[in-house]
């Protein structure tokens, strides 16, 4: 089963753009549109934002997208605000138990 | 409004047993599969536990098989996760979540609860 990486950390100021990587350890990700991407805050129910690489559920900001690129998917989030401080785990689902989350990345709004 | 309501969670020794419920309301429960994900203290998150909406299907990751069981009871909204010979590294939040179809879907979910907490010490 392919792992994912994401960077540990990452940063930035609001009104700022920023974006997290995902990259699967084989080739995998490239052929299947299965990513999705969640937010969790401490104390609260994580929250899908992306699903299927790029489609937000209904009620998530624009602010939220995602996107691939060979084997490496992303989430960007534009116009930062402080309450996009939080953790973010990617995951992938290709197939119906054949699925793993990243090892998830912490957002620090400056 | 989706709601997944954990309980049961708890302190207890290594080699014990738990059961952790899941209360589901605000969609029609006996038509989605549902999860049990987990967050050890400073790690990422596990995909632990799966079952279809007619219990026909489930999916448990070697690091729990034969040692966990997820079972539902669609007349009560409510999915279960029987934990057995517990171990320190299951302490963790254990969150339910809700898959967007009958059937399983990996790690796909629409909706999570807020967790319960298992801690296994001695």
């Known amino acids: 089963q392919s792992a994912l990486t994401q960077p540990a950390s990452v940063s930035g100021s609001p009104g700022q753009s920023i974006t997290i990587s995902c990259t699967e350890s084989s080739s995998d990700i490239g052929g299947h549109d299965y990513i999705s991407w969640y937010q969790l805050h401490p104390g609260k129910a994580p929250k899908l934002i992306i699903y299927d690489v790029i489609n937000r559920p209904s009620g998530i900001s624009s602010r939220f997208s995602g996107s691939r690129s060979g084997n490496t998917a992303s989430l960007t989030i534009s116009g930062l605000q402080a309450e996009d401080e939080a953790e973010y785990y990617c995951s992938s689902y290709p197939t119906s138990t054949i699925s793993v989350f990243g090892g998830g990345t912490k957002l620090t709004v400056l | 409004e989706v709601q997944l309501l954990e309980s049961g969670g708890g302190l207890l020794q290594p080699g014990g047993s738990l059961r952790l419920s899941c209360a589901a309301s605000?969609?029609?429960?006996?038509?989605?599969?549902m999860s049990w994900v987990r967050q050890a203290p400073g790690m990422g998150l596990e995909w632990v536990s799966a079952i279809s909406s007619n219990s026909g299907s489930t999916y448990y990751p070697d690091s729990v098989k034969g040692r966990f069981t997820i079972s539902r009871d669609n007349s009560k909204n409510t999915v279960y996760l029987q934990m057995n010979s517990l171990r320190v590294e299951d302490t963790a939040m254990y969150y339910c979540?809700?898959?967007?179809?009958?059937?399983?879907?990996?790690?796909?979910?629409?909706?999570w609860g807020q967790g319960t907490l298992v801690t296994v010490s001695s």
């Open positions: 605000g969609f029609t429960f006996s038509n989605f599969a």
């Open positions: 979540a809700k898959a967007p179809q009958r059937e399983l879907r990996g790690t796909l979910f629409d909706y």
